[in-house]
């Protein structure tokens, strides 16, 4: 990775840092929220994109006669979709961990936090289009990584949080 000359790498690796920062001072309440955030944005938007690009290209109007006429694309709608739905249920829904005597250890914390930067940063490249998927894989080391190992960047966070729940003894019987 070359600092003197900017890449998409330079861009990935801030955004890990910002998100293990959220997590570290958010502590386990808000990052388990924000990763299923991250879960219920990818499930929404893959469900009602091409709905809502129909409406944007005047395909699919609103109870039948309402339709917005914009030049967006696939991928403009699909990250739109992730973007506000995360949003609105990690910070309007009312979800909360259980609050009160963390049981993440600051190496998990900072695992849970990075994973969950991977999760999203996956996420909103998988709504990229095949094509400038791979042009950004060519340029940049880290986007070729989450591009190849893409299924793993979205099932990792989970068996590792079911993992740590195990080590910690935690279940709901």
Same mark, same amino acid.
């Given at each position: 990775?070359?600092?003197?000359? &900017?890449?998409?790498?330079?861009?990935? !690796?801030?955004?890990?840092?910002?998100?293990?920062?959220?997590?570290?001072?958010?502590?386990?309440?808000?990052?388990?929220?924000?990763?299923?955030?991250?879960?219920?944005? #990818?499930?929404?938007?893959?469900?009602?994109?091409?709905?809502?690009?129909?409406?944007?290209?005047?395909?699919? &109007?609103?109870?039948?006669?309402?339709?917005?006429?914009?030049?967006? @694309?696939?991928?403009?709608?699909?990250?739109?979709?992730?973007?506000?739905?995360?949003? #609105?249920?990690?910070?309007?829904? %009312?979800?909360?961990?259980?609050?009160?005597?963390?049981?993440?250890? %600051?190496?998990?914390?900072?695992?849970?936090?990075?994973?969950?930067?991977?999760?999203?940063?996956?996420?909103?490249?998988?709504?990229?289009?095949?094509?400038?998927?791979? @042009?950004?894989?060519?340029?940049?080391?880290?986007?070729?990584?989450?591009?190849?190992?893409?299924?793993?960047?979205?099932?990792?966070?989970?068996? !590792?949080?079911?993992?740590?729940?195990?080590?910690?003894?935690?279940?709901?019987?």
């Amino acid at each position: 990775m070359n600092f003197s000359a &900017p890449s998409w790498d330079l861009f990935i !690796v801030l955004f890990l840092i910002i998100a293990v920062g959220y997590g570290l001072l958010m502590q386990r309440e808000r990052i388990i929220v924000t990763m299923v955030a991250a879960y219920i944005g #990818l499930v929404i938007s893959s469900l009602l994109w091409s709905d809502v690009f129909g409406f944007f290209q005047g395909t699919h &109007p609103l109870l039948g006669r309402y339709f917005i006429r914009a030049n967006v @694309t696939e991928s403009q709608i699909q990250i739109g979709l992730f973007a506000i739905s995360m949003f #609105l249920v990690s910070h309007k829904a %009312g979800i909360d961990a259980e609050k009160g005597r963390g049981w993440l250890s %600051g190496i998990e914390l900072f695992i849970l936090s990075a994973l969950t930067g991977l999760l999203i940063a996956a996420i909103i490249l998988g709504y990229v289009p095949e094509a400038a998927k791979v @042009t950004l894989a060519e340029q940049s080391k880290l986007i070729g990584y989450l591009v190849h190992y893409y299924n793993l960047a979205i099932l990792t966070p989970i068996a !590792v949080v079911v993992l740590l729940g195990i080590k910690n003894g935690r279940s709901r019987d």
